[in-house]
């Protein structure tokens, strides 16, 4: 069994409903924490997200790995205790948005090398059309990324991760299916 777990993919791929969905699976059987990224300092990459700048990237990447190394610390406590634990986005995220803006990417590595990658991820894969049709219908807040041609190139770069981590557990599922069927396919390899 699989202890550390993240569910990755564009917004609106269905990232928090497979989240919950596969919490309630596990918990009949394990002790199960869930994690979110951004969490702490999820406020203030939210509002600096809509200032653009030449420096964006580089600041979102430092902001969303801070976060990241913030919280490795209570990951790491309940790895030890004995939790499954799932991430509601994981360091991937980093690597497919915050490079849309053309960082370095060996920077962006080396400020990643102390986050702690999960044992496997799932990314939850969806055409951008149809990530914004449930966005709307959702009805939520959007945050800057929730248009179409950026989702594209993130969704792109989601694409690359196995060429960027050969060497990383990393499984691409169809998310356009019902959440059932990606729970089940989710469930078969853990
Ligand atoms: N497999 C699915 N089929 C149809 N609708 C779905 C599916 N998964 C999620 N939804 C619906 O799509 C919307 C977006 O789902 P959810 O909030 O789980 O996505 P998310 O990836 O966590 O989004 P975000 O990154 O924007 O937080 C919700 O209204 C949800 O009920
Ligand atoms: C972890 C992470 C997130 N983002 C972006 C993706 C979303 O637009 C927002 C908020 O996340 P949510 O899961 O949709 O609530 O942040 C990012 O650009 N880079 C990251 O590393």
Redo the contacts with the bound molecule.
Sequence with gaps: MKKYIGID????????????LLKNHLENKYKVYVKKEPDQLRDIILEYMDNNSDDSGYILALLFTADRQIQNIELKKRIEEGYIVIS??TLYSTFSYQLIYNIDINWLKEISKYIIKPDITFI?DISPED?IE??E????Y??YY?RLGILNKVRDNFLKLKEIFPEDNIRYID?????E??LNEIISYL
Excluded: C, H, Y
């Design positions: 993919g564009i917004d609106g791929a269905g990232k928090s409903t497979i989240t919950n509601d986005r939850l990530a449930r966005i219908k959702r009805g939520e959007k945050t929730e998310a356009s299916k019902k959440p069927e990606i």
